[in-house]
Structure formats: C-alpha cells, structure tokens
Nanobody, 127 residues
Framework: QGQLVESGGGSVQAGGSLTLSCAASGYAWDIYCMGWFRQAPGKEREGVAAMDSDGVSLYYHDSVKGRFTLSQDSAKNTVYLQMNTLQPEDTARYYC????????????????????WGQGTEVTVTS
C-alpha cells in the first residue's frame, strides 16, 4: 500500500519561508504527477502547484507564482514545496497528492484527478 507523508509545516510571520516535503513510499510508477493542495477553514481545497515525474513540467496557482517553487529528489522519492514571502492568506492545511500519468495543464489543479493523498501539514502565517 502506497503512502504519501507531508512534513515541514509550522507557524511563521508574514514574509517568512517554509519548505514542505512530501515523501512517497510503496508506489512503483514510472510516470506520475505530484500535486500540492491547500485547504483553509471554510474554503474549498485548491491546487497550489504540481509537477510531472520528469521534473520539467511545473504548474502553479497564480497566487503563488514567483513565491513558491517545486523541486524533487528522485533518489529519496520526495517532492518539495519551497514557500517564500508567505502571507496570512497562505494559511491552510497543505496536502500532497499523486496520480499516475502526467499532469495535464488544464486540470492539474482539480483535486478529483488525484486518487492518492497524504494527511496534510498545517501552515500558519501571522501578520
């Protein structure tokens, strides 16, 4: 049984940075899409960023472009989300998710396309 485990959340002041990690285990996919989603209290879960297993195709929500950066360490089966210049509106529970096959530009941010999910990690940004 595969597993996705997020870590790296915490509380920071506005303008600060955090790096989230998503460690995958138990999967044996050659091509996959890894996505990061977030859900704030009372809001829908939204796509933040996603990347293909080749690490070349990257997708970001407009609100995080220029501030968040995806990367991966294939040897560790880990995907990272570097978050800089954090703002209070970034406060949410962040989840990583995975699907077999490439991310698709027009639906990478649709959570219904990801059958595999981690438990999430909390990010709180104070002003």
């Amino acid at each position: 049984q595969g597993q996705l485990v997020e870590s790296g959340g915490g509380s920071v002041q506005a303008g600060g940075s955090l790096t989230l990690s998503c460690a995958a285990s138990g999967y044996a996919w050659d091509i996959y899409c890894m996505g990061w989603f977030r859900q704030a209290p009372g809001k829908e879960r939204e796509g933040v960023a996603a990347m293909d297993s080749d690490g070349v195709s990257l997708y970001y929500h407009d609100s995080v472009k220029g501030r968040f950066t995806l990367s991966q360490d294939s040897a560790k089966n880990t995907v990272y989300l570097q978050m800089n210049t954090l703002q209070p509106e970034d406060t949410a529970r962040y989840y990583c998710a995975a699907r077999i096959g490439n991310c698709i530009s027009y639906y990478w941010s649709n959570r219904r396309n990801y059958p595999y999910w981690g438990q999430g990690t909390e990010v709180t940004v104070t002003s």
